[in-house]
């Protein structure tokens, strides 16, 4: 996909999950009007993500920074693991 619809493609991943796949459609049908019908095309095949995946991706828009916070957090928790296991094998 182009970057033409880079905006629409945010909004269509920032909405309400439960309207994700009517609002896919309409932006699709509305593009293959506009003759991009490749890209409508692309749209239209596009998943409904997951509610993981669309938390992630709300806590990612509204909150950027706290989506980082937790990743370095999950980050440094992962790495201590790690440590633990091959201090265990030693």
């Known amino acids: 996909m182009s970057g033409d619809h880079d905006e629409e493609l945010g909004a269509l991943y920032a909405g309400p999950l439960e309207s994700f796949v009517d ?27 997951s509610v993981s995946l669309w938390a992630t991706n709300q806590l ?10 937790y ?13 633990a296991l091959a201090d265990g094998r030693s």
């Not at 609002?23 to 506009?34: G, M, N, P, S």
């Not at 990743?71 to 440590?83: G, N």
Request: proline content about 4%.
């Open 23 to 49: 609002r896919r459609k309409a932006l699709a049908q509305r593009l293959r009007k506009e003759g991009a019908r490749a890209e409508a095309a692309r749209i239209g095949k596009l998943a409904k993500p």
């Open 60 to 69: 990612a828009h509204r909150a950027p920074h706290a989506l980082t916070a």
């Open 71 to 83: 990743l370095e957090a999950h980050h440094r928790a992962r790495a201590r693991q790690l440590r």
